[in-house]
């Protein structure tokens, strides 16, 4: 069977206004911190990233050591499968504030689930587009034709759902001819993701062979009556739902269950051994800390004001600290936004900041889906800082213009390492750490040697097309 990708003339588009009554949240292991307002000195603190700036211009050596500027700092473990705070699927559900599954302080992951068996198979419909495929596909036609079909549902720029595609990769090599299909099912999370282009790069980035299809609407995800990015179902040639896994993990015993219903189809395997793959594997150093009852984990922090209304109003911490950030917004559409002018703590003494939670320093528009830079500056006087706990730190970022622009960072009042730096870091002539933000998705910026707590991040950039849409975590060994 072969597969190009093929734009499918949408239907009707009908307008949903379900932001405020759909709660989305990745499920992190470790309770989030109350965050409390901190307060805040009476005149704004020296931007930390100019001063980072300017000491790492006058020391020669840590200039020595890094890349040349236009160098990417690629770090070996940057396509390695790897963890996230708990290894939780981010979860949806259409009730106001229902309770959050990132409060729990279990370590229970989501488990893999062995169904009843049932011959009712939800309907692939609503699609805007199809990819890798000129078909337009459906369960049991597929399963009429003698194929084991794997549902895997993901969103391009969700951490856990990127973590899977290694796996997903290996299957789809390994049993594509022996009658595997693999239907990924693409339900955004954010608006930008709807688009055609950004998917279909995202594809290309991440070598996915398998069809695709656009689920902008979310209607076939609603058929499924599902609530998890990634989540995938697995159908044999009977067009029976026989399994199904929530999150990352259990690959063994999923790659287990595809064997056997190929091989309850007649496929012949002997000549494709069984290497059982391994989930990823904790850092030693969280693992550690986790025993000693100390292990928190930073969980996925939203920037649009619409997650962190409902997650106060769900009587949880909200992912800003600042009070200034609710008072400015006036809810009178789905749409609304507010530019607030605030006063960040200073960032140089970590008991100014509370953890696990965003503060903001300048000029800033809060909107829906993200915070965006209000302002065009010189000397980065306007940043965000965040006290986190994790191995590993991503951001999901956009540019409203399309032109590519710089943010800079640094871990605890330092720039950036090679030891220290997420794929997506670069350096500078003068050893400044920044990450080029060109496209909209999501970028690697810290990978410790190993997990630490209670460090700061500052990020920040003279452009006003900077905006952000999410910070995840990581505490697996290797991976983003």
Same mark, same amino acid.
């Given at each position: 069977?072969?597969?190009? %990708?093929?734009?499918?003339?949408?239907?009707?588009?009908?307008? %949903?206004?379900?932001?405020?009554?759909?709660?989305?949240?990745?499920?992190?292991?470790?309770?989030?911190?109350?965050?409390?307002?901190?307060? /805040?000195?009476?005149?704004?603190? @020296?931007?930390?990233?100019?001063?980072?700036?300017?000491?790492?211009?006058?020391?020669?050596?840590?200039?020595?050591?890094?890349?040349?500027?236009?160098?990417?700092?690629?770090?070996?473990?940057?396509?390695?499968?790897?963890?996230?705070?708990?290894?939780?699927?981010?979860?949806? *559900?259409?009730?106001?504030?229902?309770?959050?599954?990132?409060?729990?302080?279990?370590?229970?992951?989501?488990?893999? =689930?062995?169904?009843?068996?049932?011959?009712?198979?939800?309907? !692939?419909?609503?699609?805007?587009?199809?990819?890798?495929?000129?078909?337009?596909?459906?369960?049991?036609?597929?399963?009429?034709?003698?194929?084991?079909?794997?549902?895997?549902?993901?969103?391009?720029?969700?951490?856990?759902?990127?973590?899977?595609?290694?796996?997903?990769?290996?299957?789809?090599?390994?049993?594509?001819?022996?009658?595997?299909?693999?239907?990924?099912?693409?339900?955004? @999370?954010?608006?930008?993701?709807?688009?055609?282009?950004?998917?279909?790069?995202?594809?290309?980035?991440? *070598?996915?062979?398998?069809?695709?299809?656009?689920?902008?609407?979310?209607?076939?995800?609603?058929?499924?009556?599902?609530?998890?990015?990634?989540?995938?179902?697995?159908?044999? =040639?009977?067009?029976?739902?026989?399994? *199904?896994?929530?999150?990352?993990?259990?690959?063994?015993?999923?790659?287990?269950?595809?064997?056997?219903?190929?091989?309850?189809?007649?496929?012949?395997?002997?000549?494709?051994?069984?290497?059982?793959?391994?989930?990823?594997?904790?850092?030693?150093?969280?693992?550690?800390?986790?025993?000693?009852?100390?292990?928190?984990?930073?969980?996925?922090?939203?920037?649009?004001?619409?997650?962190?209304?409902?997650?106060?109003?769900?009587?949880?911490?909200?992912?800003?600290?600042?009070?200034?950030?609710?008072?400015?917004? @006036? !809810?009178?559409?789905?749409?609304?936004?507010?530019?607030?002018? =605030?006063?960040?703590?200073?960032?140089?003494?970590?008991?100014?900041?509370?953890?696990?939670? %965003?503060?903001?320093?300048?000029?800033?528009?809060? /909107?829906?889906?993200?915070?965006?830079?209000?302002?065009?500056?010189?000397?980065?006087?306007?940043?965000?800082?965040?006290?986190?706990?994790?191995?590993?730190?991503?951001?999901?970022?956009?540019?409203?213009?399309?032109?590519?622009?710089?943010?800079?960072?640094?871990?605890?009042?330092?720039?950036?390492?090679?030891?220290?730096?997420?794929?997506?870091?670069?350096?500078?002539?003068?050893?400044?750490?920044? !990450?080029?933000?060109?496209?909209?998705?999501?970028?690697?910026?810290?990978?410790?040697?190993?997990?630490?707590?209670?460090? !700061?991040?500052?990020?920040? *950039?003279?452009?006003?097309?900077?905006?952000?849409?999410?910070?995840?975590?990581?505490?697996?060994? @290797?991976?983003?």
């Amino acid at each position: 069977m072969r597969f190009r %990708m093929r734009r499918v003339t949408p239907g009707v588009v009908f307008l %949903m206004a379900l932001l405020l009554t759909i709660a989305i949240a990745c499920g992190p292991s470790a309770e989030q911190s109350p965050a409390t307002n901190a307060t /805040e000195p009476t005149a704004p603190p @020296e931007a930390p990233l100019a001063a980072a700036a300017d000491s790492a211009a006058t020391v020669e050596a840590q200039a020595a050591e890094q890349p040349a500027a236009t160098e990417p700092a690629m770090d070996s473990k940057a396509s390695e499968s790897g963890g996230t705070s708990g290894e939780q699927p981010t979860a949806v *559900s259409e009730q106001p504030a229902p309770a959050d599954p990132t409060a729990t302080t279990g370590s229970a992951r989501p488990a893999a =689930v062995t169904v009843p068996i049932s011959t009712e198979i939800p309907t !692939i419909e609503g699609i805007d587009a199809w990819l890798n495929t000129e078909a337009e596909l459906q369960i049991g036609e597929l399963a009429a034709e003698g194929k084991v079909v794997l549902v895997d549902f993901w969103t391009y720029t969700c951490i856990n759902c990127i973590r899977t595609l290694p796996y997903l990769r290996d299957w789809w090599a390994q049993y594509e001819d022996d009658g595997l299909v693999i239907l990924g099912i693409h339900t955004p @999370e954010f608006e930008f993701e709807k688009d055609y282009q950004n998917v279909a790069d995202a594809i290309d980035t991440h *070598s996915v062979g398998w069809p695709v299809a656009q689920d902008n609407r979310m209607t076939t995800w609603r058929n499924f009556e599902n609530r998890y990015w990634p989540a995938k179902y697995l159908y044999n =040639v009977r067009g029976e739902l026989i399994y *199904s896994h929530f999150g990352e993990g259990a690959y063994g015993e999923t790659e287990q269950r595809i064997r056997n219903a190929l091989v309850e189809a007649g496929a012949d395997l002997s000549d494709d051994p069984f290497n059982v793959p391994q989930d990823q594997a904790r850092d030693q150093a969280f693992q550690a800390a986790r025993q000693s009852g100390q292990g928190v984990v930073t969980p996925e922090l939203y920037a649009g004001w619409h997650r962190n209304f409902l997650t106060a109003r769900a009587g949880r911490p909200p992912y800003v600290a600042q009070p200034e950030y609710f008072e400015a917004i @006036e !809810i009178s559409s789905d749409e609304s936004t507010a530019i607030i002018d =605030v006063t960040a703590p200073d960032v140089s003494n970590p008991s100014n900041l509370q953890p696990h939670a %965003m503060y903001f320093q300048g000029q800033w528009s809060v /909107e829906p889906e993200r915070i965006r830079h209000a302002r065009a500056t010189e000397n980065l006087e306007d940043y965000l800082a965040l006290k986190y706990s994790s191995k590993s730190i991503n951001a999901v970022l956009t540019s409203d213009s399309g032109e590519p622009y710089r943010v800079y960072l640094t871990v605890d009042g330092a720039m950036m390492t090679p030891e220290n730096a997420g794929a997506d870091v670069q350096w500078d002539e003068n050893g400044t750490s920044y !990450i080029l933000v060109d496209v909209p998705r999501m970028y690697a910026l810290v990978d410790n040697p190993q997990y630490l707590s209670d460090s !700061i991040l500052v990020m920040g *950039s003279n452009s006003d097309d900077f905006g952000l849409f999410a910070f995840t975590f990581g505490v697996y060994a @290797e991976g983003p």
